[in-house]
């Protein structure tokens, strides 16, 4: 106690100074749910998620994944994740729907029979591992990440590499970011790889590898006090085989314009690709109002492929425990150069074909939402995100009449000509749950 | 129709002018008093990157393009 | 992202330097000791409370019992024995300031841009920052915090101080060796240094950064602070006016002094009462002086 002359005020303030010292720093209060790391102690966050995706008719995926994340005290930190992909379905051929049943040769070595007007699919069963690691260091303003990659399929396997430095300028304010990496991706199909743009001449040795390199350059920057914004660009450029072996090409007899024959798809072996990617985010409001992110991405390529995507989210807090996030997504896409449907007998084969749908002119739309929340009692965070994805294209095929004498097998179709869709539309739903705890 | 390398140099071009944008203006600097929406987990350019992660491993196998903000992450069989 | 800075220790003439960066600080530890290893676990222990008196208070953050205050929408919230215990001081420090000392005031600073200019608020934004201020509607009782939505806490006033006292505590407890915890100008001392040496504290020019201290003080134990107005302020009618808020009339005090610096037996007191006597605008001086505590003083 001081022994001068204290005031009343002193004396009032003194007690309450008292209790408040002596008062005992608790453990975080109930309101205090942070998985952030405190600053400057060590951290491990952990985070847990499982994708259940599903086309319709198609293929089922399913992908659980675990990522660890540790920070140290002098600011370093260390990623490691590890996902599994198991994968079943069907995987279109980049055959034509035909008017009569077909029979088609799957990777996996099984036979199916296809019923009528659809497009024809390949079963197939596939898994796949992959393992990430990053480790990121701070140096002054700087920040340098660098990551490691590996995957495995039955077929495929990738490795990659790649190294990014950030610099943070004018208190944080803005941010700029360069990068490069490198994939190195072998691809061994099941029956060995086969020679382009014919039924199925074996190529005879392995295919090339994929190598794929790639530089980024952004800018973020604090906007105001409730906007956010950034613009990067990435440049990839893929050397190799970059054939997918699996799809054929019909070859329709002209008059009939039912398939006569088969070839594999053929597309070059280098392939240097731009994207340029816009985005903001906007805070509404004040503390607990709701923020608004927008994307836009132009891509192109030169196999000719170009698209343009607009992506928006809509996060709004319920309350300190609970938040939604609607999502709408728009994508439209021009077809590549060699890009075909089908090819017609007696015309001259071109040097590159294939009629992978994705290759194609497609659009595709995607609604859904995320729920995130946090269970009373239990540490960590939730979310789950529920999606739709509806991706069509156009492009049909009319036959002309009586293309088929009576008394198939499967018993009937059309005996006049019809019209196929040759990209009918899909639907996908997927479903994503991740749990995300901080020790 | 204009050539390929013509809509490439403007886009090139929308690129610089974007670029430029963000990085003139007034260097104003946000004050620290400014900053308290700003220290929100949710005032991010990508809101989460576990869906972003799955974003583009889906769009990659459905569709036709890619990249627009990191490089070397993982290859797959499925494009 | 990435850590405010790592700390630093280093020896200077006969004793220890530890400097961090925190709630927007240069903050400092010094050690009056020989050993590296106490130095060491001192900047440890004054570092880990500064921060951890951030993360709890700082109005900044999304994820502390501040934020779930400030966002109950009107809905009471139970908070542990630390809030409590600084809510009753601001409580305390509120009533005996006659209503101008008050945490909820933050608000205001939505009508005003100190930056030297000369915009002022006009009377209709003025009075809607106003309506979001006032410590009388918010009910403290039983460890519950009950206050209007759209109102605010802000423990700026008082945070920095307190995590001052704190971590002077945790040194404390750490090495018998005499220390001086200096959080952006926030300072306690704990005793007389070896040979019954005082710590020499150089209290800063308002006006002028960087120039040399103003005054130099000698003291063995006890808190300082200073407040003032002198960087941040708007011109209005030629007159300047500090960005010290009067809660109950939304407009700057008139004739706040440019800077107090206040001695008392902590740091928390030592803010307290230069805070007060910046409030008491020209009365300042007549305020310090009823208090009995050595204080200097810039008009």
Same mark, same amino acid.
């Given at each position: 106690m001081q022994l001068d002359r204290r005031s009343p005020l002193r004396a009032r303030l003194g007690a309450a100074a008292c209790v408040l010292l002596a008062s005992a720093p608790a453990a975080p209060a109930a309101a205090d749910t942070s998985t952030d790391p405190a600053p400057g102690a060590s951290a491990t966050q952990l985070e847990l998620s499982g994708l259940v995706y599903g086309e319709k008719g198609r293929t089922d995926v399913l992908e659980p994944t675990v990522r660890v994340t540790r920070l140290f005290a002098n600011g370093q930190s260390l990623t490691a994740e590890a996902g599994f992909d198991a994968m079943t379905g069907a995987s279109p051929t980049g055959g034509v729907a035909s008017l009569r049943t077909q029979t088609t040769t799957s990777a996996s070595g099984q036979s199916t029979s296809i019923p009528a007007s659809q497009v024809p699919?390949?079963?197939?069963?596939?898994?796949?591992? *992959?393992? @990430?690691?990053?480790?990121?260091?701070?140096?002054?303003?700087?920040?340098?990440?660098?990551?490691?990659?590996?995957?495995?399929?039955?077929?495929?396997? =990738?490795?990659?590499?790649?190294?990014?430095?950030?610099? @943070?300028?004018?208190?944080? =304010?803005?941010?700029?970011?360069?990068?490069?990496?490198?994939?190195?991706?072998?691809?061994?199909?099941?029956?060995?790889?086969?020679?382009?743009?014919?039924?199925? @001449?074996?190529?005879?040795?392995?295919?090339?590898?994929?190598?794929?390199? *790639?530089?980024?350059?952004?800018? *973020?920057?604090?906007?105001? /006090?409730?906007?956010?914004?950034?613009? =990067?660009?990435?440049?990839?450029?893929? /050397?190799?085989?970059?054939?997918?072996?699996?799809?054929?090409?019909?070859?329709?007899?002209?008059?009939t314009l039912e398939t006569a024959q088969q070839l594999r798809e053929k597309r070059p072996e280098l392939r240097t690709r731009t994207s340029v990617l816009a985005s903001s985010t906007w805070h509404f409001g004040d503390a607990g109002g709701d923020v608004g992110y927008l994307n836009y991405r132009w891509y192109t390529d030169d196999w000719g492929v170009r698209s343009n995507t607009v992506d928006l989210k809509w996060r709004h807090d319920l309350d300190d425990r609970h938040w939604i996030q609607p999502h709408v997504r728009g994508y439209s896409q021009r077809q590549a150069d060699f890009f075909r449907y089908y090819l017609v007998q007696g015309e001259p084969l071109p040097a590159f074909a294939s009629s992978d749908e994705r290759l194609g002119p497609l659009r595709t739309v995607t609604v859904g939402a995320t729920y995130g929340f946090q269970v009373p009692n239990l540490p960590g965070e939730w979310s789950v995100r529920a999606e739709y994805l509806h991706q069509w294209g156009p492009g049909k095929l009319t036959r002309p009449q009586a293309a088929v004498a009576g008394g198939d097998d499967d018993g009937g179709d059309a005996a006049n000509g019809g019209t196929v869709d040759l990209m009918p539309a899909v639907h996908i739903g997927s479903l994503l749950v991740s749990y995300s705890i901080g020790f | 129709m204009r050539t390929r390398m013509a809509r490439t140099r403007s886009a090139l071009a929308a690129l610089l002018l974007a670029l430029a944008a963000l990085a003139s203006g007034c260097a104003a600097t946000i004050k620290p008093w400014d900053r308290d929406l700003l220290a929100q987990r949710k005032m991010k350019l990508v809101p989460s990157d576990r869906e972003a992660a799955t974003d583009r491993h889906v769009y990659f196998s459905k569709e036709g393009s890619t990249g627009g903000a990191g490089v070397g992450g993982g290859g797959c069989g499925c494009n | 992202m990435g850590a405010p800075g790592v700390a630093r220790l280093e020896r200077v003439d006969d004793h220890f330097a530890g400097r961090f960066t925190a709630m927007a600080s240069p903050c400092e530890v010094l050690v009056d000791t020989d050993d590296p290893r106490v130095a060491d676990a001192a900047l440890e222990a004054a570092e880990h409370e500064a921060r951890r008196v951030e993360a709890k208070f700082s109005r900044y953050r999304d994820d502390n019992v501040v934020y779930a205050i400030n966002h109950a929408g009107g809905r009471p919230v139970a908070v542990d024995d630390e809030t409590a215990a600084l809510l009753d001081y601001a409580r305390t420090c509120w009533d005996a300031s006659g209503g101008r000392f008050d945490i909820t005031s933050g608000a205001l600073r939505r009508a005003w841009t100190f930056d030297g200019g000369d915009r002022v608020p006009d009377?209709?934004?003025?009075?809607?920052?106003?309506?979001?201020?006032?410590?009388?509607?918010?009910?403290?009782?039983? +460890?519950?915090?009950?206050?209007?939505?759209?109102?605010?806490?802000?423990?700026?006033?008082?945070?920095?101080?307190?995590?001052?006292?704190?971590?002077?505590?945790?040194?404390?407890?750490?090495?018998?060796?005499?220390?001086?915890?200096?959080?952006?100008?926030?300072?306690?001392?704990?005793?007389?240094?070896?040979?019954?040496? !005082? &710590?020499?504290?150089?209290?800063?020019?308002?006006?002028?950064?960087?120039?040399?201290?103003?005054?130099?003080?000698?003291?063995?134990?006890?808190?300082?602070?200073?407040?003032?107005?002198?960087? +941040?302020?708007?011109?209005? +009618?030629?007159?300047?006016?500090?960005?010290?808020?009067?809660? #109950?009339?939304? &407009? !700057?005090?008139?004739?706040? !002094?440019?800077?107090?610096?206040?001695?008392?037996? #902590?740091?928390?007191?030592?803010?307290?009462?230069s805070t007060l006597a910046c409030l008491a605008g020209a009365g300042a001086k007549a305020f310090l002086d009823a208090q009995g505590v050595r204080y200097w003083i810039v008009e």
């Open positions: 699919t390949a079963m197939f069963r596939d898994q796949r591992e *992959s393992f @990430d690691l990053g480790w990121s260091v701070p140096v002054g303003p700087f920040t340098a990440t660098t990551g490691g990659h590996f995957s495995h399929e039955k077929d495929y396997r =990738s490795l990659g590499a790649n190294a990014v430095v950030t610099l @943070d300028l004018l208190q944080k =304010s803005v941010q700029l970011t360069g990068g490069a990496g490198m994939n190195r991706d072998r691809v061994d199909p099941v029956g060995g790889a086969v020679r382009g743009l014919t039924p199925g @001449d074996p190529l005879g040795t392995a295919p090339d590898p994929k190598r794929v390199t *790639s530089m980024l350059a952004g800018i *973020s920057r604090v906007m105001s /006090r409730r906007w956010l914004a950034g613009v =990067s660009a990435t440049r990839e450029v893929e /050397r190799g085989y970059l054939t997918e072996p699996y799809k054929v090409l019909d070859v329709l007899d002209p008059a | - | 009377d209709a934004t003025r009075r809607a920052a106003l309506a979001s201020v006032g410590w009388r509607r918010v009910t403290w009782r039983d +460890r519950e915090l009950t206050m209007p939505a759209g109102m605010e806490l802000d423990f700026g006033g008082i945070g920095k101080e307190y995590a001052v006292d704190r971590a002077a505590a945790r040194v404390a407890a750490v090495t018998a060796a005499a220390h001086v915890v200096n959080f952006g100008g926030d300072l306690f001392a704990s005793g007389a240094r070896r040979g019954g040496q !005082p &710590w020499a504290v150089g209290v800063d020019d308002p006006g002028r950064t960087g120039a040399a201290a103003l005054w130099r003080l000698e003291f063995e134990r006890g808190g300082l602070a200073t407040s003032g107005d002198a960087r +941040r302020f708007v011109m209005h +009618r030629g007159r300047r006016l500090g960005h010290i808020l009067d809660p #109950t009339t939304g &407009w !700057p005090v008139d004739g706040a !002094p440019r800077s107090v610096t206040v001695l008392a037996a #902590t740091c928390l007191e030592a803010g307290t009462l």
